[in-house]
């Protein structure tokens, strides 16, 4: 895609897009540095908000058909998705918590809970055999129709907290609880083939879950779902008096996540997908700028960009390294400045404005923190949410690689130098910019980064893109342009891997982070954000090390009653419940 030529379009009155070619998409070298990927914010294509979008559009029904679990939290429940299109059967293994062999890491060997997400209905043979298969783990294997399986633990003092409260017969603290803000927090959401569940890219065309991560996050709003009736029936095993979670505190709650070093693979890994999400909010926000000059539009960013400034003011997370939440909130009450002054009068610094929602983010880019920025840009999507509904039917894409064997040598060359012009600007020669190599754990089956000095001779998992295409092209250059890739590459097979990596993706503009991963620079935290917050639409993610992160899914999403009796669309950004 040419983004200095592209014309990006925008819903009309009947929904149709119309084209303004005065407002562009932001180019690679802007968007795809690490300092940037790891400040994008939530938006309306971000999967969870999809997810749930749809969900609340389309009435989905959660009910609970069984409960066999004791007051020690052992046995099974089963929960039953109604979609309209089909249902979805979620098999929970609920056990005793015990701290031999719990870790919140593959390797572990207990856990709270393990799930299945099934295409219902099941059978018992089903509910029996995931209750077998599941525990053994990689040793397991998944029922016919199985799409995810999912493991979680308890909080600790969240939930204990939470129990001991209602079993008093009052509601739990809302500080204690806002230190997590969760009651479980999942440890894994394994899927797409693996265990023998079913692939993603086998899904039918109309499939409710054909999207990506979306079976992965059905499972994590049903990890929430259980967590509150295991709390409200421990509640009630210790006290037939026993208080059921408030709704209003039920909402606030999400489900705790933790990722660490593998989603640089699961970037390197899936550029198109990448891509496809990228250039998707990308002209969502294109889209939301060139809305005309309406009351009704101000106002309802005006709402969003309020409940925004109470979240970050009201939240009690500690952050490492990035940016304080009231630092952010500050930051977007200057916006509103700018915003009321929209909705007061129609005019920006007292100016009429073409577009005035891109008057408005112009306005303000480079005057206020970028995090403080794109939470405003994430905002604007959701003023075109059919167009980002429309979007996110890209999103299920084909990462195959292939070769154009009859390319020759010099077009070749043309798109190394067009598309990767940021690998030649890296430093690769100097012993810090080839510092770390990645590996797999022996002992933890998880992804690492250490030295390379104190490693030895390791196999580098890591996908080294400038390198490569600086060998590239070194050898390319060494040739006839007229040569073909497919002689070429009768000379030089090991290249094959970069050459279809650059051939297929030629003209997907988001698809690779312009990062060195083996240098001393690097901060691998920056893309695990970038997936957490960007694409899956966690909040409040903590770094760890500069490796990890800890964020919350769902906080402020629909109970299930309220899925179905109806519910507002803009559950997310929820302020703590008042005591």
Not at 41 to 61: C, D, F, G, N
Not at 298 to 308: C, E, G, P, Y
Not at 312 to 333: G, H, K, N, P, W
Request: with cysteine; net charge neutral; charged share 25%.
């Amino acid at each position: 895609m040419n983004l200095a030529s592209a014309r990006v379009s925008r819903p009309g009155s009947d929904g149709a897009p119309s084209a303004i070619p005065q407002l562009r998409m932001r180019p690679p070298e802007v968007l795809m540095t690490p300092a940037r990927l790891s400040v994008l914010q939530p938006s309306r294509v971000s999967v969870t908000r999809l997810l749930m979008a749809k969900a609340i559009r389309e009435r989905w029904s959660v009910n609970r058909l069984r409960w066999n679990i004791d007051d020690r939290a052992r046995g099974t429940a089963l929960y039953r998705i109604e979609t309209g299109a089909m249902p979805f059967d979620f098999v929970v293994h609920s056990f005793e918590p015990k701290q031999e062999g719990r870790i919140g890491r593959i390797i572990g060997r207990a856990w709270d809970m393990m799930a299945a997400l099934i295409e219902g209905p099941v059978s018992e043979v089903d509910i029996a055999t995931t209750g077998v298969e599941m525990p053994k783990l990689y040793a397991g294997r998944a029922t016919p129709g199985t799409l995810v399986w999912a493991r979680s633990n308890r909080s600790g003092r969240a939930f204990n907290h939470t129990v001991e409260a209602l079993s008093q017969g009052r509601q739990p603290d809302v500080p204690t609880l806002a230190d997590a803000c969760y009651l479980m927090r999942n440890t894994g959401l394994d899927g797409n083939g693996t265990f023998g569940t079913r692939s993603f890219r086998s899904l039918e065309s109309d499939h409710p879950l054909r999207r990506p991560l979306d079976a992965q996050m059905l499972c994590a709003y049903m990890m929430r779902v259980f967590s509150v009736d295991l709390v409200n029936h421990l509640a009630r095993c210790r006290s037939p008096q026993a208080a059921e979670l408030a709704p209003e505190i039920e909402r606030f709650l999400g489900v705790g996540n933790g990722s660490a070093l593998g989603l640089n693979f699961y970037v390197n890994n899936h550029p198109k997908m990448v891509h496809a999400f990228l250039s998707a909010r990308e002209k969502a926000i294109i889209g939301a700028k060139s809305l005309p000059a309406r009351a009704e539009t101000f106002h309802r960013l005006l709402s969003l960009i309020d409940k925004a400034i109470v979240f970050r003011r009201e939240d009690r997370m500690v952050y490492e390294r990035f940016v304080d939440s009231r630092l952010i909130a500050t930051e977007l009450t200057k916006i509103r400045t700018g915003l009321q002054e929209l909705c007061d009068s129609g005019t920006l610094d007292g100016a009429q404005h073409a577009f005035p929602l891109a008057a408005l983010c112009d306005k303000y880019e480079g005057q206020v923190h970028d995090e403080a920025h794109e939470t405003l840009l994430g905002l604007t999507t959701h003023l075109v949410p059919s167009l980002c509904d429309a979007l996110a039917e890209s999103f299920a894409v084909d990462e195959e690689y292939g070769c154009e064997p009859n390319m020759s040598l010099g077009h070749l060359r043309d798109l190394l130098h067009g598309e990767y012009a940021w690998a030649f600007k890296i430093d690769l020669a100097s012993e810090g910019s080839r510092k770390y190599v990645w590996y797999k754990s022996v002992s933890a089956e998880e992804p690492r980064r250490g030295a390379r000095e104190e490693l030895g001779d390791v196999h580098n998992l890591a996908l080294d893109l400038p390198r490569l295409v600086v060998t590239l092209d070194a050898e390319l250059a060494a040739r006839s342009p007229m040569m073909t890739t497919a002689r070429f590459l009768a000379e030089k097979p090991e290249l094959r891997s970069i050459v279809a990596r650059v051939q297929t993706l030629s003209g997907y503009d988001y698809h690779s982070p312009h990062i060195n991963m083996m240098g001393e620079e690097f901060v691998p935290s920056d893309i695990t954000r970038f997936i957490n917050i960007c694409i899956h639409g966690l909040d409040k993610p903590q770094d760890y090390l500069h490796r990890s992160l800890r964020g919350v899914i769902y906080q402020g999403a629909p109970t299930r009653d309220d899925l179905r009796n109806g519910t507002d669309p803009d559950w997310f950004l929820p302020a703590e419940p008042k005591q």
